[in-house]
């Protein structure tokens, strides 16, 4: 009797699944034993240009390992793509149950110097591309509920920079927007039995190795880390696990709080300008 893994049967989608975290997460699920569809752009960090190599370089080092995976190309903000990687991984395996999004691009520049293209390009690649693999997800697994065997699930990939980061505009607010639409998917996803969860990963990749100043080093924190906390999110072990924001850094795994309110003031005459000058330090203590 031969042992599988804890994937074993679980078909994956993983966008950006050539470089990086996506190219360490295609192989862990490989490793433990899932179908893997790997999806990359092969653009360059700050979008430019195109190539098939990376989602191959990643399957055919998973087929080496003898896991079972295929590459499949293009661009996942495309809403057309999108539906046609889908359905061509019904098509190839019998069903979808999971996908993470990891592709994304960096286009880095403070206010007064990002342009419009700068801002269009991160937002489209970042959000946009959340929203065309979900958006063709949802319709996928709505129709196919029925026949499910497990509920399946969504990964979206935010970052710490959705908190604020200086010369991240167009990234902090992609970032912060993938927050937004995993916690409204995961109110619409569980109707036929879905869900949805956010990864903060914390990791070195051609993104951290960009920066002028590299806060860490690969050997600080591997992209490797992060890779078992996707498979666990996509795993039948999470099944109830909705609408959570994971951070995986190193060998630490925390759960980020959603906003809410930290204080509050009343006033029973309603409020005025100089009633607020007078007591907002009330809500900064």
């Not at 591309?129 to 709505?142: E, K, P, Q, T, V």
């Not at 995993?182 to 109110?187: G, Q």
């Not at 990749?205 to 590299?214: A, C, G, L, Q, S």
């Not at 959603?258 to 007078?278: C, Q």
Request: aromatic share 6%; glycine share 10%.
């Amino acid at each position: 009797m031969t042992d599988t893994g804890p994937l074993d049967g679980t078909v994956c989608i993983v966008t950006g699944g050539g470089r990086g975290l996506g190219e360490a997460t295609a192989k862990h699920l490989a490793d433990e034993d899932a179908t893997v569809v790997v999806n990359d752009l092969g653009t360059s960090l700050s979008g430019d240009g195109a190539s098939e190599e990376p989602a191959d370089e990643t399957v055919a080092a998973i087929r080496d390992a003898g896991g079972t995976a295929m590459a499949h190309f293009g661009d996942v903000t495309d809403l057309e793509y999108t539906e046609e990687l889908i359905a061509d991984t019904a098509a190839e395996y019998g069903r979808v149950d999971a996908a993470v999004n990891f592709a994304g691009v960096l286009r880095d520049a403070y206010l007064t110097e990002m342009t419009g293209d700068d801002w269009d390009t991160v937002i489209d690649v970042h959000l946009r591309g959340h929203f065309a693999l979900l958006r063709n997800l949802a319709r996928h697994w709505d129709e196919t509920a029925e026949d499910a065997e497990r509920e399946r699930a969504f990964v979206g990939v935010t970052s710490p920079s959705a908190l604020g980061n200086a010369g991240q505009a167009n990234y902090s607010a992609a970032k912060a927007g993938v927050l937004g639409l995993i916690r409204t998917a995961s109110a619409e996803l569980p109707r036929f039995d879905a869900r949805a969860n956010a990864l903060l990963p914390i990791a070195y990749t051609r993104m951290i190795e960009d920066m002028p100043h590299e806060p860490f080093g690969e050997d600080d924190f591997p992209p490797e880390k992060v890779a078992p906390v996707v498979g666990y999110l996509v795993s039948e072990a999470a099944e109830g696990v909705n609408g959570k924001t994971v951070r995986a850094q190193g060998d630490v795994v925390s759960l980020v709080a959603d906003p809410r309110d930290e204080n509050s003031m009343v006033d029973p005459e309603g409020w005025t300008v100089e009633k607020l000058g007078e007591r907002f330090d009330e809500l900064l203590d």
